[in-house]
């Protein structure tokens, strides 16, 4: 199984916000394998199939205050937000709802922006994956 790693990309400011919520460098990646999307964030933690990406564009700018440092839940559509900075992220948006920011798994979010180094690279991962997808 080929596993693609694409770290975070920490902006000194979201660094430190991040660190008292238990997210730093050696706790947050994104690893995209053969047929599924694993990412961690501190102590949060996402997977879901490749095929279950419906889409991933890049977004950003973004608001320090909306972004900084736990995982964000956008309450106007219960997104799931993963930054580290404040300039360019990917947003992959699902076919079906996926469980991330509480313990339960009753809230599901239908999309996920993550701050990874290369956006276009984790663009072209998982985009090249779901070639023939539903």
Sequence with gaps: MAI????????PAYRLAARVFGVSERSAMILVTDDELRVE?????????????????????????????PAR??????????ATNSESGVCLDFHDPIAGIEPTHRLRHPNLTLTPVDCDALIAAVSQERVGAP
């Design 4 to 11: 693609q790693a694409f770290p975070f990309r920490f902006a």
């Design 41 to 69: 964030f501190g102590p949060w933690r996402v997977r879901t199939p490749l095929a279950n990406i419906a889409d991933a564009t890049r977004t950003g700018p973004y608001w320090f205050v909306k972004t900084a440092g």
């Design 73 to 82: 839940l956008t309450f106007s559509d219960r997104g799931l937000t993963f």
